[in-house]
């Protein structure tokens, strides 16, 4: 489960430092790079996928605070990421980071990430520059968290989803200025640990389906 410092990795989690920079590849003209299910089949090998439902619960939220034409970064979440492209890429454009280069493929979509050197970007990613951020810290640890709290501060315009352990609440409203949501998001695999989202924001999360 995902409880420790020592736990398995979940989404983006990182397995050794290496210099940062922005992939490069064919250009996209904003399509959607498709996942294919090999891949994804071997991604679950060593992350942890949100459900359907959750997906696409989030990235909903996602759209909806970040508003018609909206920039979203998804920050170690690319189940959320995925359905973003695949289901809302006509109404806001996505940018994963993450510290899988397997995702490479996405091009100028991908931005490889470490958690431990979290203002360490290239330049083509600009400070303040995304409506919204939602980030699921690799790791369930206070030193992750206030990391990846960095990158989350760098990056948004305001607006923050996290999505982390309920037992990091105290740290992250100290950090980030977020409260517990209502909603439960739950993974394909089961944790040993409550999961949580988390908000600064008035947010559809907060509300009973």
Known sequence: GRGAASASPGPGAARGASRRGLVRGASLHRAWFPLTSELLKEQQLSQFWYNQETALRLAEEAVAAAGDGGRIACVSAPSVYRTLRRLHRARCSACLFEHDRRFAGLGEEFVFYDYRRPLDFPPGVEAHSFDLVIA???????????????????????????????????????????????FIPEHTRTLGNEFRCYVNYASGLDREL
């Open 136 to 182: 699921d810290p690799p790791y369930l640890s206070q030193e992750c968290l206030r990391k990846t709290a960095q990158t989350i501060q760098y990056l948004t315009r305001g607006k923050i989803l996290l999505c982390t352990g309920a037992v990091m609440e105290e740290e992250a409203a100290k950090l980030l200025g977020v409260k517990m949501c209502k």
